[in-house]
C-alpha cells in the first residue's frame, strides 16, 4: 500500500564487499560488476550473472489464486466498482514473486478512461510476458479522461492491495508507466513515494504539470527515472530540458539514475519505449 511519502526509512547501501551480504550482480558494459539486493527476480534482468543465495532481500505479498493472461478485474474502491486491466505473463507460478508495472494513460476525453487503460495495458502485454514482470493499468476518473491524485492515488492503493490478495507480486520491485496525462500524475507518485517505488518511466510528462519543480530535490530517495519525449512535440519539449537540469541539481546523474531518450515523434509514446526503458530500470528495487 501507498504510505505516508513524509516516512523516514532506513535504506542500506550495498557494496561488494562481502559475498556473503550480496547475492546478485550485475555486469556492465564496460566489464565492471554492480552489487544489487538479493531479490530473485533479478534473475530475469539481463546480464544478471551471479545468484549467490546467501542472502534474500525480497518482499514478495505471498498472494495466490490468481489467473495468468490478460484480464479485467473490479475491486470496490471510494464508494464505486473500479475496473482495472492486467495481464500476467504465461510463465508466472505462486511460488515465484513478480515485478509489477503500473500503468497511467494519457487523457482522451470524456468516457475514454476505459479503453485508453486497456489499450495501454495491450501496449506492454509483449514486454510483460518477455520480460517476466505483471502489469496494471488503472483507469484515470477525471471529467476529460485525465487524472485527479487525490481521488486516483488512494484507488491505486485499493487496486494494489486486491492484487496482493490474488499474486505473489515483488514488493521490492513496484515500476510506474505514464504517457502525457499520466506521466504528469506518474511524476507525482513516484517522487512523493520513492521509497515506496523501484523507478519509473514518463513520456511525454513534465513537473510543471503536476508535480511541481521542487519534488526531485524534496524527495526523500533517488528514485531512477526513464524519460522520453518527441523532438517535435514542440509545446512540452523544452520543459523536459528544463526538468533534465531540475534532476541533475537535485542527484540524480545522466545514465544512472536518469535516462532521457529523446526520439524522432510528436506529442505520442515511442514505439519501441517498452524495451528501452526496462532494460535501463529492471535492475532497480526500492532498496538501493
Known sequence: MLRN????????RYTCKSRYLLGLLILLQSGQSLCLP????FMDCEDIVFNSGFQDDSNPTNGSGGILGA???SVFSNGQNRNYHIYVPSNY?????LPLMILYHGAGGAGTSPSQAIAMRNFWQTAAENNNYIIMAQESTGASGGWVPGTDFPILSDLLGD??????????????????AGAHVMHTLMLFNSLEFAAYIVSAGVLEAHAGVNAPA???RIIPVYVSIGINDASLIPFVQSNHIVFNNAGWIDDETYWLDEFNGGHQVDIQIQQKSWDKVCTF???Q
Open 5 to 12: 511519502w513524509k516516512k523516514k526509512l532506513k535504506r542500506y
Open 38 to 41: 538479493d531479490i530473485p527476480s
Open 71 to 73: 484480464q479485467t478485474r
Open 93 to 97: 507460478t505462486d511460488n515465484n514473486p
Open 163 to 180: 492484487m496482493y490478495l490474488d499474486y505473489n507480486i515483488e514488493q521490492a520491485r513496484i515500476y510506474g508507466y505514464g504517457f502525457s
Open 218 to 220: 524534496n524527495a526523500d
Open 285 to 287: 528495487s526500492n532498496l
